[in-house]
């Protein structure tokens, strides 16, 4: 498969994803740099963390402006697999791929360590290779991962089955502990309503191999590899 | 405008408030052969200061061991450099910035990241960790706790925003650094031979760039601070702060390294303390060639700024190169791409003179040489008297306390010696990908992608022990970073240092000064580590009285093969537990006696550094024969912290605790044996079918050892006089610092 | 002459605001009992040069507000301008 | 009744504003090549509960905006007290 990683001065973990994409998983990977509209033609975009133009102002919010941004919303206007990974999350919220937004963590800290994720729908191109219900062992770095929306929007994301992963604990319950920066109803992830556009905060970039703690991520690589592109994109 | 300053006449007092000595000054005139202008004093000001002349510390960093096979660019340069097989070198080096994050604790930790970032950098490798080591007073009070906070949120901002992963350090926190904290930084990076670059200036005609953020008036005589006590007067002196753009920085980092990779560079220097003027006579010098620079091309951030005050900002972000013949174009088109500011300034000249002009109008001309050769002196050192009153402390005096396990609850929740989860969870320590070994083990280790290569690095310093005995504490300086490294599996390979003291000119203090060296030279000789770089800042003293010593090291180690590596917890039960070395019989300058007894005194642990070396050594072993479980070796808290330690992994949810019952070896004080900091010991954790080859690779090595128990259980038992719940302990140990910063 | 433009934006009122909520605490523990609310939002000082219009910089100003400045889900905004 | 206090707090003019260089670079490659300067600050606002005279408000809001708000090394602060 071929993924696009789109590449942003202050991005970080494009070099994570191209390595666990291309080294890991064997892909065909490709650096997008954000003056550039041209995605060549990728199976899927990857907008990978960090800290894109330094997160000054607010996370994201100026990324969205680059000419790439542009590039992207049609690509997933057209039913293209998008994924937004930590800061790509963040970017694809600010530009409007998303809804809600990712505001300050409550403890006010930048958070580094390894969470719980269950998955709560496996009907998408980047969860097919898991089982509802299943928990997965990935890491979080990140200081404003608090996801937020407002009530309406809430019901709209229930209502279109969009949370797509949630904070846990190892044996799989979303309680309020196991919620590591004050997301609504312990949101990890979620996805557009036509499932094409995913964003999470944990890292499957970091989570690939066993060598680094967990291998877990690998699955939602392999939900990417297995979803033939654009047929889950109707259910 | 500029006229102003540039009329200032040089009187004694001008000179005086340069922080010049009258004598300095003279040769000043011998070399230039007249008076020098203001701008002039003021180069020689700066490079001439403690900070970047090292004027009373060379002759003794001279003794220093440097050399070795490894060892591809040792002292002189931005970072030293090793090989490490494979065509790959690693870049490494610590360095301070205590005065700065004293006054702005965010900004001046923030800050002193960024400096050694592009120490790193320019040299051609790309950061791949970050450490650090801190020191502040007591945390019980409250100006304590904003000054840690600060300190720990600006070096978490400024590695996180870059990307590179902070992966280890170390906290402590102590009375005699109420009025001084200490924050040194360190970085470490990977490049390929063949990528390395220097900082100097060579090839008449070349053009001379500067790129980066532009220039303001920050950090004006930030050097010259830098190397005098803090007083009050000091606090005006400043002008305003320096603040951190690590967004700025990570595009300088990917343009330079471009840059370098691409082969367009002659060399290329960062500009940290003494700004320009530092970053235009070193490149001169080491070139072996002059340079002339007008500043009026300068990209300038405040209106009017005069000659002098362009030479001797230190703003941070910036870097000045010298770029190939015929590249001057494909270097500006780099820039362009990553956004950032370059100019070209000036050029390489054959005359070794840094020329410095103002729209074509001279207003500097000093022979380059001159300003990176500061004098250098001996100062008169004495022995301080309150050194024997340690060495006369009678222990007998000290009562053994009846609840043992309460003196170990107390000491797991000390916040020197707790986890210091709390820092590190702020740090993104795991970004590259690479992060084996995170905070919370030993070392930390990192590997080399496309290789079984590993790296493991440590940073330590132990300053109360240096303070009862400067020679035997910074032997054992030099030893516990290394068993650190040990202890992980790795070969410890070299050593960067940054040596904190108080002010060097008066003769107790330089007593000090002089005793570390000696211990760290004969400790890196001993194990034939050599020592690539490090850094001196003195002066960290206030009315009431200097820092204890701090030689603080920083360690590299190297994995053949990183599968190799071990981690300090237990990890099964049934597991054999064993002790290599010997159980203490003293209690003298352990943290034990400060914590339960409120006592800094008595004789320091000492250190036989051929057992240290025996001990590594089996260590290796072991781990490339896969034959230990586990490693952790005692240090502050003694046997009983270290075992405590070992029953809990450092990673956050999913602590995994597991107990362990062990017998008390030895005779004599109880609490000497639990809690004392005898050195050269280890616990590790061996597989019962493996402990026959274990013992036999031990012993073959003339390495004491004993086993003393087994893992497993919910308690940790040590004979009959501890015996508490792992969780009860692994609570104290990780929420301590937390449950403070949280009040 | 130039234009001066002060952007206030401010979180909407139910969006939770962790960054008030600890000043307030540390405020109420400094023994500054009597404040009873906190909430932290930006200020951001726009230069226009003096070749615009006052409606032009007033437009300018609120597309740069809607677009960047402000997230339109959690924060709100206003704005003065102002002849320098 | 309660007080209301505005506090705005800027950078001071001699200190590097890396959030505001970087934020007119973005207006500026967006189209805004007017916006000649971007300056970001904080904008807080404190509610005390009515016990407190208007003279003590503003005294106790100069204290915290001296102790807590603003970091006298690098920032500057104003505010303004509303009747509510
Ligand atoms: N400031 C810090 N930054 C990152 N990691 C830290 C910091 N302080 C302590 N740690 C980590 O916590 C662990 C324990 O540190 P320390 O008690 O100093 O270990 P040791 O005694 O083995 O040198 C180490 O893994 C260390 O890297
Ligand atoms: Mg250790």
């Known amino acids: 498969m071929r993924f696009s990683v789109t590449v942003f001065p202050g991005s970080n973990c494009d070099h994570d994803c191209e390595y666990v994409l291309r080294d890991v998983e064997k892909q065909d990977v490709q650096m997008i740099w954000h003056k550039d509209t041209d995605l060549?033609?990728?199976?899927?975009?990857?907008?990978?963390?960090?800290?894109?133009?330094?997160?000054?102002?607010?996370?994201?919010?100026?990324?969205?402006?680059?000419?790439?941004?542009?590039?992207?919303?049609?690509?997933?206007?057209?039913?293209?697999?998008?994924?937004?990974?930590?800061?790509?999350?963040?970017?694809?919220?600010?530009?409007?791929?998303?809804?809600?937004?990712l505001i300050r963590n409550k403890g006010l800290k930048f958070i580094c360590q390894n969470v719980y994720i269950r998955v709560e729908n496996n009907?998408?191109?980047?969860?097919?290779?898991?089982?509802?219900?299943?928990?997965?062992?990935?890491?979080?770095?990140?200081?404003?991962?608090?996801?937020?929306?407002?009530?309406?929007?809430?019901?709209?994301?229930?209502?279109?089955?969009?949370?797509?992963?949630?904070?846990?604990?190892?044996?799989?319950?979303?309680?309020?502990?196991?919620?590591?920066?004050?997301?609504?109803?312990?949101?990890?992830?979620?996805?557009?309503?036509?499932?094409?556009?995913?964003?999470?905060?944990?890292?499957?970039?970091?989570?690939?191999?066993?060598?680094?703690?967990?291998?877990?991520?690998?699955?939602?690589?392999?939900?990417?590899?297995?979803a033939k592109v654009g047929a889950k994109c109707a259910d | 405008m500029s006229s102003s300053i540039m009329d200032v006449e040089v009187t004694p007092k001008v000179v005086k408030e340069h922080g010049l000595k009258p004598e300095e000054y003279d040769h000043i005139v011998k070399i230039l052969g007249r008076k020098p202008n203001i701008t002039e004093l003021g180069l020689y000001s700066v490079m001439w200061s403690e900070h970047c002349g090292y004027k009373h510390s060379r002759a003794l960093l001279k003794t220093l061991p440097t050399k070795g096979d490894k060892v591809l660019q040792g002292p002189g340069e931005n970072a030293g450099i090793m090989d490490i097989g494979e065509g790959w070198a690693v870049a490494f080096k610590v360095e301070s910035h205590n005065h700065p994050s004293a006054i702005e604790p965010y900004q001046g930790a923030a800050t002193g990241v960024g400096g050694i970032l592009r120490d790193i950098f320019t040299m051609g490798a790309r950061p791949v960790a970050n450490l650090n080591s801190l020191r502040f007073g007591p945390l019980t009070d409250p100006k304590v706790k904003r000054l840690f906070a600060g300190v720990v949120h600006g070096i978490a901002d400024y590695g996180n925003c870059m990307g590179i992963p902070t992966v280890a350090g170390e906290v402590v926190f102590d009375d005699s650094y109420s009025e001084n904290c200490l924050v040194n930084a360190m970085s470490v990076g990977l490049l390929k031979h063949d990528q390395i670059i220097r900082g100097k200036a060579t090839g008449v005609g070349n053009a001379v760039i500067y790129i980066g953020a532009t220039t303001g008036r920050d950090g004006i005589h930030g050097a010259t601070f830098a190397s005098t006590e803090i007083t009050d007067e000091s606090t005006e002196k400043?002008?305003?702060?320096?603040?951190?753009?690590?967004?700025?920085?990570?595009?300088?980092?990917?343009?330079?390294?471009?840059?370098?990779?691409?082969?367009?560079?002659?060399?290329?220097?960062?500009?940290?303390?003494?700004?320009?003027?530092?970053?235009?006579?070193?490149?001169?010098?080491?070139?072996?060639?002059?340079?002339?620079?007008?500043?009026?091309?300068?990209?300038?951030?405040?209106?009017?700024?005069?000659?002098?005050?362009?030479?001797?900002?230190?703003?941070?972000?910036?870097?000045?190169?010298?770029?190939?013949?015929?590249?001057?174009?494909?270097?500006?088109?780099?820039?362009?791409?990553?956004?950032?500011?370059?100019?070209?300034?000036?050029?390489?000249?054959?005359?070794?003179?840094?020329?410095?002009?103002?729209?074509?109008?001279?207003?500097?001309?000093?022979?380059?040489?001159?300003?990176?050769?500061?004098?250098?002196?001996?100062?008169?050192?004495?022995?301080?008297?309150?050194?024997?009153?340690?060495?006369?402390?009678?222990?007998?005096?000290?009562?053994?306390?009846?609840?043992?396990?309460?003196?170990?609850?107390?000491?797991?929740?000390?916040?020197?010696?707790?986890?210091k989860r709390w820092v590190y969870r702020q740090y993104d320590h795991m970004v590259r990908s690479n992060t084996l070994i995170r905070p919370g083990s030993d070392a930390a280790v990192i590997r080399v992608k496309g290789t079984q290569l590993g790296l493991a690095m440590t940073?330590?310093?132990?300053?109360?022990?240096?303070?009862?005995?400067?020679?035997?504490?910074?032997?054992?300086?030099?030893?516990?970073?290394?068993?650190?490294?040990?202890?992980?599996?790795?070969?410890?390979?070299?050593?960067?240092?940054?040596?904190?003291?108080?002010?060097?000119?008066?003769?107790?203090?330089?007593?000090?000064?002089?005793?570390?060296?000696?211990?760290?030279?004969?400790?890196?000789?001993?194990?034939?580590?050599?020592?690539?770089?490090?850094?001196?800042?003195?002066?960290?003293?206030?009315?009431?009285?200097?820092?204890?010593?701090?030689?603080?090291?920083?360690?590299?180690?190297?994995?053949?093969?990183?599968?190799?590596?071990?981690?300090?917890?237990?990890?099964?039960?049934?597991?054999?537990?064993?002790?290599?070395?010997?159980?203490?019989?003293?209690?003298?300058?352990?943290?034990?006696?400060?914590?339960?007894?409120?006592?800094?005194?008595?004789?320091?642990?000492?250190?036989?550094?051929?057992?240290?070396?025996?001990?590594?050594?089996?260590?290796?072993?072991?781990?490339?024969?896969?034959?230990?479980?586990?490693?952790?070796?005692?240090?502050?808290?003694?046997?009983?912290?270290?075992?405590?330690?070992?029953?809990?992994?450092?990673?956050?949810?999913?602590?995994?605790?597991?107990?362990?019952?062990?017998?008390?070896?030895?005779?004599?004080?109880?609490?000497?044996?639990?809690?004392?900091?005898?050195?050269?010991?280890?616990?590790?954790?061996?597989?019962?079918?493996?402990?026959?080859?274990?013992?036999?690779?031990?012993?073959?090595?003339?390495?004491?050892?004993?086993?003393?128990?087994?893992?497993?259980?919910?308690?940790?038992?040590?004979?009959?006089?501890?015996?508490?719940?792992?969780?009860?302990?692994?609570?104290?140990?990780?929420?301590?610092?937390?449950?403070?910063?949280?009040? | 002459m130039a234009w001066h433009v002060s952007v206030y934006v401010t979180l909407k009122p139910s969006v939770m605001d962790p960054q008030g909520a600890t000043v307030q605490r540390a405020l109420n523990q400094m023994g500054y009992t009597h404040v009873t609310g906190v909430r932290v939002g930006k200020f951001t000082e726009l230069e226009f040069d003096g070749s615009l219009s006052e409606m032009d910089v007033k437009k300018q100003a609120d597309e740069i507000c809607d677009k960047l400045l402000a997230n339109p889900n959690t924060e709100s905004y206003r704005f003065t301008v102002e002849k320098k």
């Open chain 2, 238 to 419: 400043r002008s305003a702060v320096q603040v951190a753009d690590p967004f700025m920085e990570k595009l300088l980092m990917e343009a330079t390294l471009e840059l370098i990779h691409g082969d367009l560079l002659v060399g290329i220097q960062d500009m940290g303390a003494a700004g320009l003027t530092c970053s235009t006579c070193e490149m001169a010098s080491r070139g072996g060639a002059g340079i002339e620079i007008d500043v009026a091309k300068v990209p300038q951030r405040e209106k009017g700024m005069t000659p002098y005050e362009i030479l001797l900002s230190e703003s941070q972000e910036r870097m000045l190169l010298v770029a190939k013949p015929g590249c001057e174009q494909k270097v500006h088109d780099v820039l362009a791409k990553w956004d950032l500011h370059a100019a070209t300034i000036g050029v390489v000249t054959d005359t070794g003179r840094m020329i410095v002009k103002e729209n074509g109008k001279l207003v500097a001309d000093v022979p380059a040489d001159s300003l990176t050769e500061a004098p250098v002196y001996h100062p008169a050192k004495s022995e301080p008297a309150i050194l024997k009153e340690y060495k006369k402390f009678d222990e007998a005096t000290v009562a053994v306390p009846k609840d043992l396990n309460e003196v170990l609850e107390k000491l797991m929740a000390d916040p020197t010696i707790a986890s």
């Open chain 2, 459 to 743: 940073i330590d310093g132990l300053g109360s022990y240096c303070a009862l005995d400067p020679y035997e504490g910074a032997k054992i300086v030099v030893a516990e970073a290394a068993r650190n490294i040990a202890c992980s599996g790795a070969q410890a390979i070299g050593m960067t240092d940054c040596l904190n003291f108080g002010n060097p000119e008066k003769p107790e203090v330089y007593y000090y000064f002089d005793r570390v060296i000696a211990g760290l030279g004969d400790a890196c000789r001993a194990f034939g580590i050599p020592i690539t770089g490090g850094n001196v800042s003195l002066y960290n003293e206030n009315p009431t009285g200097a820092i204890d010593p701090t030689p603080i090291v920083g360690m590299m180690g190297l994995f053949q093969n990183v599968e190799n590596r071990v981690t300090q917890w237990f990890k099964k039960e049934g597991d054999f537990i064993y002790l290599l070395g010997e159980i203490g019989q003293s209690i003298g300058g352990s943290r034990y006696l400060k914590v339960t007894h409120g006592k800094k005194t008595g004789l320091c642990p000492t250190l036989n550094l051929e057992t240290e070396l025996k001990l590594h050594k089996s260590l290796k072993a072991l781990a490339e024969s896969h034959l230990i479980q586990s490693a952790h070796d005692c240090s502050d808290g003694g046997f009983a912290v270290a075992l405590a330690e070992s029953c809990f992994t450092g990673v956050t949810h999913e602590a995994q605790v597991l107990g362990a019952t062990v017998t008390l070896l030895g005779t004599g004080r109880v609490d000497a044996r639990l809690f004392g900091e005898a050195q050269s010991r280890v616990i590790v954790s061996v597989k019962p079918s493996d402990a026959v080859k274990f013992e036999e690779i031990v012993k073959k090595n003339g390495v004491p050892v004993e086993r003393i128990g087994v893992v497993g259980g919910a308690e940790m038992v040590i004979g009959s006089e501890v015996k508490l719940p792992v969780v009860k302990l692994a609570d104290l140990f990780f929420t301590s610092i937390e449950k403070t910063m949280a009040l």
């Open chain 1, 40 to 101: 060549k033609n990728p199976d899927c975009v990857v907008v990978p963390g960090g800290f894109s133009y330094g997160d000054y102002l607010r996370t994201g919010a100026i990324a969205r402006f680059s000419p790439v941004m542009k590039s992207v919303a049609d690509f997933a206007a057209k039913g293209g697999l998008v994924i937004g990974i930590c800061n790509g999350f963040q970017i694809l919220c600010e530009a409007g791929l998303l809804p809600g937004a």
């Open chain 1, 123 to 226: 009907q998408t191109p980047f969860t097919n290779a898991c089982k509802v219900g299943q928990t997965l062992k990935i890491p979080i770095a990140h200081g404003e991962g608090n996801y937020f929306i407002d009530a309406e929007g809430l019901k709209s994301l229930k209502d279109n089955n969009q949370i797509i992963v949630r904070y846990c604990d190892e044996k799989g319950n979303v309680t309020p502990e196991a919620n590591p920066n004050g997301s609504l109803e312990n949101i990890a992830g979620i996805c557009n309503v036509n499932r094409n556009v995913f964003g999470l905060m944990p890292h499957p970039d970091r989570s690939g191999e066993d060598i680094l703690g967990s291998h877990d991520g690998h699955l939602i690589w392999q939900s990417i590899l297995a």
